[in-house]
């Protein structure tokens, strides 16, 4: 009875034993199908990029009326009896204030005066700001007269409203997709830096809404709310439509949380 030999592989021969070529196919069958299923696996549990802008690279100049209703704002035309309220923000996680010093002190009675400003662009689900990145870029527009406020109208009292508290510029475009604790921590401080506190709910049909969070009085709050930034929350408040943003007036004691776990972060 004759031993069986085994198959042994020489690189430098050109012909390969029929049971390594056997086994090496195999390996590179499964290998591959690993691979791919791997990457459909990744590929599946990643959270998908929200249709937002974060026009980084790109400066955008645009000229409004100043105002502080109670954040940083211009009001902008669009068209003809049509206006768009755009936040302003700072660099990083500041709020534009310390870009404005500088003008404010040059400009007295600053709220109704025309500027305009440079920075690049922010938005999404119909909601604009605007990043600045320098305090030059920021003029005074002397050949025309003050413009129109925003109108306040009291929308709702005692209103209760199931959301989340996030800061809007990364939550609306500079992060994507700007989910997980990381994330929150992110808005903690973006939040505490100066950032507008923003209550983005949701209906039934998943449509979302944004309110900027204000005290009872109208007036800016940030480090009250920390604690329940990115929680689910009952917030229960004063709604006030400034044209096209909204207002919740809150008395941050009353805030309830939800114990549910964040869809957003």
């Not at 500088?102 to 005066?113: A, L």
């Not at 921590?185 to 506190?197: E, K, M, N, T, Y």
């Not at 709050?221 to 004063?238: D, M, N, W």
Request: hydrophobic share 35%.
């Amino acid at each position: 009875m004759m031993e069986e030999k085994d198959d042994f592989y020489v690189g430098y021969i050109e012909e390969v034993p029929k049971r390594i070529q056997k086994s090496t196919k195999k390996f590179v069958v499964i290998a591959l199908g690993l691979l791919l299923a791997t990457a459909a696996i990744f590929a599946l549990t990643q959270n998908t990029f929200k249709n937002s802008s974060f026009e980084l690279g790109t400066t955008t100049k645009i000229t409004g009326v100043y105002h502080e209703m109670p954040y940083p704002m211009l009001k902008v035309q669009t068209s003809e009896n049509s206006y768009k309220n755009i936040v302003l923000l700072g660099f990083g996680k500041s709020s534009a204030n310390p870009f404005l010093k500088k003008i404010k002190e040059e400009t007295p009675q600053i709220s109704g005066i025309r500027l305009s400003i440079e920075g690049n662009l922010i938005y999404f689900n119909g909601k604009t700001l605007l990043q600045i990145t320098d305090d030059q870029k920021i003029t005074v527009d002397k050949k025309a007269g003050r413009g129109a406020l925003p109108s306040l109208k009291i929308v709702a009292q005692n209103m209760q409203l199931e959301g989340e508290i996030i800061d809007p510029k990364c939550y609306f475009g500079v992060m994507k997709p700007g989910k997980g604790k990381i994330h929150r921590s992110c808005a903690v401080r973006c939040i505490s830096g100066g950032i507008p506190p923003v209550l983005a709910t949701t209906d039934g049909n998943n449509l979302a809404e944004y309110y900027l969070l204000t005290d009872s009085k109208g007036q800016p709050i940030h480090k009250s709310v920390l604690p329940f930034v990115g929680k689910p929350s009952l917030v229960t408040g004063t709604v006030v439509q400034m044209e096209d943003w909204y207002q919740l007036r809150i008395d941050v004691s009353n805030i309830k949380e939800l114990n549910l776990p964040s869809s957003i972060y």
